[in-house]
């Protein structure tokens, strides 16, 4: 985000642009995407303009974790969903269309036909084992 320029996200969060509120507390806004995949589809935003996760504060991640499982319940109650997705991108080679912090939480029914499922392709042991001993250490 360059300057002053806002997102889509931030002038939902000021009230430029309406939205349909499904939640909001000091630290957390969510609302329902205005092009769902399904029904129910939902983006919970930090209200801190963060673009990605690593970026987030301890407060606004912690803020997050703790409100993400009560919004995911209540959008299965009320749709009736058994199941659903959390999709989180960060940055464009991710698939992260508005450079400010959300995920998806998208309700998954029997008739849904979309789905992210990846081929698994088998691990490196070498390259694992040197990667995760440097990610490793870099969180000591």
Known sequence: MAGNEKTIFSLIL????????????????????????SR???????????????SLSEKAAASLG????????????ITGANDYNIIQNNGENAGQTVPHLHFHIIP???????SFIWEPKP??????TELSKAILQELE
Do not use: W
């Open 40 to 54: 129910g589809h939902t983006l919970v935003v930090p209200k801190e303009e963060s673009p990605t996760m690593d």
């Open 14 to 37: 000021s009230g430029n642009i309406p939205s349909h509120k499904i939640y909001e507390d000091e630290s957390v806004y969510a609302f329902l995407d205005i092009n769902p995949l």
């Open 123 to 128: 691990i490196d042991h070498s390259d694992a």
């Open 108 to 114: 998954k029914y029997p008739e849904s036909n979309h």
């Open 66 to 77: 703790q409100v993400l499982p009560k919004i995911c319940r209540a959008i299965m109650k």
